[in-house]
């Protein structure tokens, strides 16, 4: 099967402009998530979601991040407007319900200068 | 809340010497452990899973970890090390538990060197 694809895997935007990455899940995969690894820190949790609803986005750092599901499928995670401490690696996760692990993605690297 | 501390920031090791990457857990309830790795400019791949099935673990890759509930710890292993474990390794619990569904934490990340 096809993994989970990420575009772009790298972005390099001006401070105060837009951003939006993209999530192409694994198919039957209802479950997809968005983690974020900033310089120097762990990765953390953003949010999850099961098909198209948001089951948990307690890890969204603030409104200027807006992340949609559109059918259930594909994921798209849009910054605007970005900070440079938006600057890190954004990562997207698939996975089935039940005992089946997490597949990543292999990230977005997201660079605001 | 569940947390994970991996122990070491940097570990280096000799080409064919063992290899020991230390997390420990910290889990209201029995908690699903994961260790993945992560090659310089690749994703992250999941190296070996514990669900509450056998507390001895194997992965790919020759690695093993051993799930020890009395010392909350879960440290990664491999005999021998070669050349291509060079990466960073993230010791990671699950707060769904074994459903799988839930979010992940991730530990700080242990990055390992091996020296020819």
Redesign the interface.
């Known amino acids: 099967e096809a993994?989970?694809t990420q575009f772009p895997s790298h972005s390099v935007i001006e401070k105060g402009q837009t951003v939006t990455l993209r999530c192409d899940p694994i198919s039957g995969h209802d479950?997809l998530?968005w983690?974020r690894r900033v310089m120097g820190k762990?990765?953390?949790?953003l949010l999850?979601f099961?098909k198209e609803s948001k089951q948990?986005e307690s890890?969204m750092p603030n409104n200027r991040f807006l992340a949609e599901r559109t059918g259930g499928t594909y994921s798209t995670l849009k910054v605007q407007p970005a900070e440079l401490e938006d600057s890190g690696v954004y990562?997207c996760?698939s996975?089935?319900?039940?005992?089946?692990?997490?597949?990543?993605?292999?990230?977005t690297r997201l660079t605001v200068v | 809340a569940q947390s994970v501390t991996q122990l070491d920031s940097h570990v280096s090791v000799s080409e064919g010497t063992p290899v020991l990457l230390r997390c420990n857990y910290s889990s209201s309830y029995s908690p699903s452990l994961f260790w993945y790795v992560q090659h310089p400019n690749k994703g992250l791949q999941l190296l070996l899973k514990y669900t509450s099935a056998a507390t001895l673990v194997k992965g790919i890759n020759g690695f093993e970890a051993e799930f020890k509930k009395s010392e909350t710890s879960f440290h990664l292993t491999k005999p021998s090390a070669h050349m291509s474990d060079a990466a960073e390794y993230f010791c990671v619990v699950s707060e769904g538990g074994s459903s799988n569904t839930g979010k992940l934490i991730f530990g700080q990340g242990t990055t390992l060197q091996v020296k020819p």
């Open positions: 993994g989970v479950n998530y983690y762990e990765i953390k949790f999850h099961v948990d890890g990562f996760a996975s089935r319900t039940g005992p089946y692990g997490y597949t990543f993605g292999s990230g």
